[in-house]
């Protein structure tokens, strides 16, 4: 979008010159419509350059909204009220206008009456003369002279004669401005046909435009028809005009150029009459002034030219609101010879503080109080409109001054700096959001502390979990005569269950397994513990083995000469029961008294397939003969290191081919889900169904079928699984 504004606005300047030369009309065509393209593309660039640069900042976006919502609003609503104030003046100025015509025209037409009752009185009353005299226009002589009124009698038809009046003058006063004393006699006043028996009204007759009023009487078996009309001149529309402004008369717009009461060789008073043609074009309706072209100008030029009648005075405005107020109106008049309706239009140019002065005519001290209070509200609601947008803006300063603290803070947080606070001097929720966020702050630095700490607990618990992986057996340990197999899965990171393979010589090895109580880093510092304890008494065993050696070769004297007091040949490790009294002396003295550890050592004899075990609490391992017999290596004692001076009993079984001794912690049989415990049985079953596979295979099925019994939950305890098989 931004390349095509680019070669748009290239293309646009480049045309510019060619504009300029002769026949440069395709190119001026050429550059409206590029034109048109290029703001088309500007459109939404400029958009989108308001809402990412102006309107990005919050501040801006709620002075928009201010704007959109609360002043937009009231300037809609004031521009509809100076629009309807003003429709409403100009109504106004033309209604008083028509309302003068109106008043004027009564007048007219009472006089008229008067005068048609008058002559047929004088009719009825037998007292005819050659002249009908009328006193009542007699004493109208000065508005007859000022005016132009013109009066004409008829009887049956007949034009009657006025005494002391012009016998039917007809508006010749009207060809020299309405400035002569004697008019000529240009034609009499007629009476058209369409009049039925009286009338009053404005008519367009010979060009012109007149207030007329005709009345019919009958008086002994003749009729009677009396017609005034006065010319509308300059004077007359400054009578009208008084108290508005101006008032102009427009008798030609909208005339039918075939009417035969318009004469344009006849037009009396129109000013600068020329012969060129008068083209009239209505191509508008009524209401529509504005459209209503004559010779192709506006109708406002009319009144410099082709006899618009303007009259009244415009005085300067009282104050700064004395607008000026223009309006244009239809006026209803009737073509007189015809009696079919013609559409002649009234400017009215006045001002509010004279409509004002004509609305409250009444009393013009209850005018200008009224006024004043107008003025007073109106300063007022502006004071109040005031106010209100500098509290919006104040309470825009406060929302926007706080988001800005909040961005200022997220980026400093955001850089690693952790002690920045937000100041806080206000008492309101934006206040609080900001002690909010500095307590969350606060909060961020001690768990990033925590999370510190942590991460070097777990390196450490790692560097633990490593340790006790080589604490284990590495590698696969057997005998020619016995497969072993071991696992152990910790429920956390490093675990508390230990399991062990002792490797003496080629036929005979120690297994222990044990579990101890609780989990964690103390469960596994126990084990250690343990661990170390064990090998400790197997490298005692192999030490007594090599002592009673030596022992057997020397003699008595040399072994007492060497200190040694009593020697046992190897049989240490050889008897799990002694070994189980030694660790739980140990372990009962070495460590808190709630902390102890369930054990099962065993001494394997490959030469008698003979073994030999001491059970220190631990689940009894069980013995899954190949006839399917089950035998529990129960014999033994209480758990080790929880009392003191315990001593401890050991059985002996012999292993046939095919014989699997199976051992595990409380981890594998006491998982639960909605069936119950995983089970020493399902354990059984599960060894005995895969027992022709190897021992880390079935150790394999053992373990998911563990996972699958778990589920998604947690692993509860730490798992271990030792497996023995005599081949």
Known sequence: MHRAAFWLLAFYLVLGPLRMFPGGGFFRILSFFVLTALLICCVPLAWRWMVLRVLWKVRNRLVVTYLLIGLAPILLLVTLGLIAAYLFAGQFASFAANAEIGKELAQIAGENRGFAVHIANVVAGGSRAAAVNLPELVDAESRYEQQGLEVAAYEDGKLLTIAGYPAGTHGAEAKSAGNSSHPDIVSPLTVPSWIDKSYQGMVFDGDWLYLRAVDTRTAAGHKFVVVSSLPLRGDNVEQIAKGLGTVTMFPHVGIDKDDPDFDPANRRGAVGTDDSHVDVKIGAPAESIASVKINNQDVAELGKRDGAIKGGELPASEHFYDW?????????????????DHQSYIHVSSRPSLLYQRLVISSLKIAVMIEAILITIGLFFAVLELVAFLMGMRLNQTITRSIRDLYIATQEIDGGNFAHRIRVTRKDQLAALSHSFNEMTASLEGLLEEQREKERLQNELAIAQEVQANLFPLGNVSLPMLELHGVCRPARTVSGDYYD?????????GIALGDISGKGISAALLMATLHSAVRAYRFAGEELITIGTEATMASTDAMVEKGYDEVECGELFESPSRVLALLNRHLYRSTQPEKYATLFL????????????????????????KDGTNARLDCGGTVVGLLEGMSYEQGTVVLTPGDILVAYSDGVTEPENEFGDFGEERLLELVRRHQHLSLSAISEQVMQALKSWIGADEQPDDITLVLARQL
């Open 324 to 340: 000026k107020v223009e309006f244009y109106a239809p006026v209803q008049t009737r073509t007189w010879s015809t009696g079919k």
């Open 602 to 625: 065993a001494f394997y004899d490959g030469l008698s397939s003979k073994l030999t075990y001491s059970n220190g609490g631990q689940l009894p391992p069980i013995l899954l003969r």
């Open 501 to 509: 393979f002792l490797l003496f010589n080629e036929t005979s090895l």
